[in-house]
């Protein structure tokens, strides 16, 4: 695996003054948070502001550059970074930036054709634990394939949305017009090939933008195409081998993995870009009047596999909660740090305004479940307590079954946190999941156990019922 | 695409069941500073890039792409479930998972050994499923036999997982012996390997598995599961009676690796399947797709207490509320379900797992084609590669 650089190879490039500028104590501390890759050399201002340290800066940008370069898509808050990656496996170090979902407008829309279209894609979301799911960017297809038309759409898009774009077209007349129209916007060029490198690296070259460097599945002719851009004077390269799916998947999946194994491990610096998947692809072959679920189902399932196996960036036509909505969280799954526990402190909650009457329920510290019943409970709307048992961060089947959550650790949390003392009942709700251990827990606690619902979306009706206080 | 067997459902649309709204027939699923570290071929091409801005190219570059092969020391065990006449069972066929010598669809590296397989679950009892999912079932929950044939018949099941769920103390007691005659219903109705899952109650679970162990003798079935909690009297039965046990873990790596060790007191390696429990997509899923990750690169980079096939109780993506809920915003819950299913069984399919323990039948659909369509590299050509950019795709679809 590449080498990664650690402490003593960074602390002699900072300045040495302990000025605690980035927040840090010392520079010690700074060069070991830079080698754990949790602060940004950018917190270091003197670096950047004084002109004395310029040597270090170069040396230090080339010294913590990833494996895998990162580059900026479009400007301002909505900006997006893709790439930044240092390991190959999850589990190596971490991901960062996660896979870029850009949606597609043709350029053949009428004004408010196009006005509708960005507005479902900056209008899709999905709250989950505690944060919006969101998609990321605007891909401008050339349908029209024409040049104007394509450029008039450009700026037309930059009117409507802050957000960042990509100029789709194979035809360099048209990425010339529309990089012309919206260049300050810092769009993404798709694509150079291997016929069209010199016209469209030019254009990328003019204006400094990034280039897509597109080839149809073959990986000699991507190092050569990428040899080339870079010999002319392209910086700033997003790799795409091409996305074939169903029985061209493997081949594709392949490729992607070739190609980032290439650059994290194998330390091939030629391939140490972004990389970018289509599964729009999948749309070539929908016929009009067909039912469009199954090209839907078909680029799921392409884009599941591109998210997974190291895309930086996907191309998706699909808008529908079904499609995104899977593909929104196995994004979370694959980028969450695996390092940290996805837990929350365990304790006593309380909820609405709480007294002796009301009902006292037990769930456990996984963020997700605690988030989950959290959600669920304000919903309701009632008074509550909650009691959150430190299960190591486990979910309540998992707790359960791994005997992380047992009678006798609900039993100590309801004394830890003095329950008995905040009401006047001894009735605790157990979570559904739980119902294996409600008799053991009755006999550790001394408390009546009712079994809750199965999955928390049944609490409010659950409490609502007033089954709970029933004898 | 594979044409699939006359018999089985052969177009989604089936598999979707009553959602009316789909009408999805003939389809098939189908430069400054060269640092002087630079390795020479990267070199090389730095300084022709060099050279090449003063003049600019006037002509494609010409690189060739190495193949970044790794070092793996070690091979996945192969292990075998389901037994012929030639080998004293009373299967049509046997099913191997494992051997594989690189990590998960490397194909550079190493094609699969065995492609993965798909289980399906089958209960004793009537249990309470998603509506999606219990569409499917309900003529048959009340006959286990029946539905046994179902899975195989209608939904291509490699194998068919048998759970005596109703042996929990808390949903019937049923006892070994009863449950042992369900067992032999099912070994009527179905050809197909079976594996024998426990109701996951500590009591009953030991003599429940041992009295499986017993009664399919000669069948070389995979008991489910070994614990930590619970494993000594399933070894000594399986190890009696020739059978295979699934050594089952709650997402941790050191516990896997310290019950495969107590097994192997008993056990040979060909007799032992890993799970690590899965997790439903959003819910977790990533400690399943990493565990699986590392158990394969542990096993093939020579740790032998890691070197076995994997399996995933994949049907408890259904745990995930988005799965099933019905909530007309977020898409109609008859997709929404399969296609959970399906993607959490895709992470875990690239992540490593051999075996997957399923249900809706458009998701092992699912997985059958993905399994086709990653086992090997196929010759693309340009028309596997079409212009995206520019094809028309209607307005609201």
């Not at chain 1, 944060?131 to 394939?145: E, F, M, P, T, Y």
Request: charged residues 25%; proline residues 6%; negative net charge.
């Amino acid at each position: 695996m590449a080498k990664l650089p650690g402490p003593l190879e960074i602390y002699p490039l900072l300045p040495g003054t302990n000025c605690k500028v980035c927040g840090e104590a010392n520079c010690m501390a700074f060069a070991t948070k830079m080698a754990e890759h949790t602060v940004k050399l950018k917190a270091c201002t003197p670096l950047y502001e004084e002109q004395k340290y310029a040597k270090k800066l170069t040396k230090l940008e080339d010294l913590v550059r990833p494996p895998i370069r990162e580059i900026t898509i479009g400007v301002g808050d909505k900006a997006v970074n893709i790439g930044g990656k240092l390991v190959l496996y999850r589990h190596d170090l971490r991901y960062s930036n996660p896979t870029a979902f850009f949606l597609d407008i043709s350029d053949n829309l009428d004004s408010d054709g196009l006005a509708k279209r960005v507005k479902e894609i900056e209008d899709w979301t999905y709250i989950y634990i505690g944060q919006n799911l969101r998609l990321d960017g605007i891909a401008l297809r050339g349908v029209s394939k024409d040049p104007k038309t394509f450029a008039n759409a450009a700026k037309k898009l930059i009117e409507l949305t802050e957000w960042p774009i990509m100029l789709c077209s194979l035809d360099p007349s048209m990425l010339a017009a529309a990089a012309m129209a919206i260049a300050h916007k810092r769009p993404l060029l798709y694509a150079a090939t291997m016929d069209t490198w010199s016209e469209v690296g030019e254009i990328a070259v003019k204006h400094g933008l990034p280039l897509v460097a597109h080839t149809s599945g073959n990986l000699n002719d991507l190092a050569t195409l990428v040899t080339t851009l870079r010999a002319l004077g392209v910086n700033e390269i997003v790799l795409d081998p091409g996305t074939a799916s169903k029985a061209g998947l493997g081949t594709t999946v392949d490729n992607f993995t070739q190609l980032r194994r290439s650059a994290t491990v194998a330390d091939n610096e030629l391939f140490g870009f972004p990389l970018l998947s289509t599964p729009i692809s999948v749309w070539a072959d929908y016929q009009d009047g067909e039912a469009p679920e199954l090209t839907k189902w078909d680029e799921v399932l392409t884009a599941a596999s591109s998210i997974v196996r190291y895309s930086d960036i996907v191309v998706l036509h699909s808008l529908d909660m079904w499609t995104n909505l899977p593909l929104t969280f196995l994004r979370s799954n694959i980028y969450t740090d695996p390092v940290k526990p996805v837990a929350v402190e365990a304790g006593l909650v309380e909820f609405g305004e709480v007294g002796p009457d009301v009902p006292v329920m037990y769930t456990t510290n996984f963020a997700l479940t605690y988030f989950t019943v959290e959600s669920d409970i304000k919903q309701a709307g009632v008074n509550a307590y909650l009691v959150v048992v430190d299960t190591e961060g486990m979910s309540v089947q998992s707790a359960v079954a791994g005997r992380k959550l047992t009678a006798d650790k609900v039993a100590e949390s309801l004394q830890e946190y003095g329950v008995a003392d905040k009401v006047n009942h001894r009735i605790l709700i157990s979570p559904g999941m739980a119902a294996r251990i409600s008799g053991e827990t009755e006999e550790a606690t001394g408390w009546t156990v009712k079994v809750g619902p199965q999955d928390s979306s049944g609490i409010p009706k659950y409490l609502q019922e007033g089954k709970w206080k029933e004898e | 695409m594979t044409p699939l067997k006359e018999d089985k459902t052969s177009s989604l649309d089936e598999l979707f069941g009553e959602f009316s709204e789909l009408t999805l027939e003939n389809v098939t699923i189908e430069v400054d500073e060269l640092k002087i570290s630079l390795r020479p071929m990267v070199q090389q091409m730095a300084r022709a890039a060099a050279r090449a801005v003063l003049t600019g190219p006037k002509s494609l570059i010409s690189a060739k792409f190495v193949p970044p092969l790794g070092e793996y020391t070690s091979s996945i065990h192969e292990v075998t479930i389901g037994s012929t006449k030639a080998g004293g069972g009373t299967r049509s066929k046997t099913v191997t998972i494992g051997g594989h010598t690189a990590p998960a669809w490397d194909l550079f590296q190493a094609p699969p050994k065995h492609p993965p397989i798909v289980a399906a679950d089958v209960f004793d009892m009537p249990i309470s499923l998603a509506k999606a999912v219990k569409m499917h079932y309900k003529e048959v929950m009340e006959d286990p036999a029946e539905w046994a044939k179902l899975v195989v018949d209608k939904f291509g099941a490699d194998v068919v997982t048998l759970h005596l769920i109703s042996t929990d103390r808390r949903l019937g007691d049923t006892s070994p012996s009863d449950a042992a005659k369900t067992i032999e219903e099912v070994l009527q109705a179905v050809k197909v390997p079976i594996l024998i899952g426990s109701a996951g109650d500590p009591e009953k679970d030991g003599p429940v598995l041992a009295k499986a162990a017993e009664v399919c003798e000669g069948e070389r079935t995979l008991l489910c599961s070994a614990t930590v909690d619970v494993y000594e009297p399933i070894a000594v039965a399986a190890k009696k009676y020739d059978q295979v046990v699934l050594s089952w873990t709650s997402l941790d790596i050191n516990q896997q690796k310290e019950l495969n060790r107590r097994l192997v007191d008993w056990l040979r390696p060909e007799q032992i399947v890993i799970d690590p429990t899965t997790a439903a997509l959003g819910y977790g899923l990533e400690y399943a797709f990493t565990m699986m990750q590392r158990m394969r690169l542990g096993g093939l980079l020579g740790d032998s207490e890691l070197q076995y096939p994997i399996s995933s109780g994949t049907t408890n993506a259904w745990a995930a509320r988005e799965a099933w809920l019905n909530l007309p915003e977020l898409g109609p819950r008859e997709l929404r379900g399969p296609i959970w299913e399906s993607v959490t069984a895709l992470a875990l399919l690239l992540a490593g797992n051999d075996l997957f323990m399923m249900m809706h039948p458009a998701a092992i659909k699912t997985i059958h084609d993905l399994v086709d369509w990653l086992r090997e590299r196929r010759t693309t050509t340009a028309d596997d590669y079409p212009d995206w950019t520019s094809i028309s795709i209607p307005e609201g679809v």
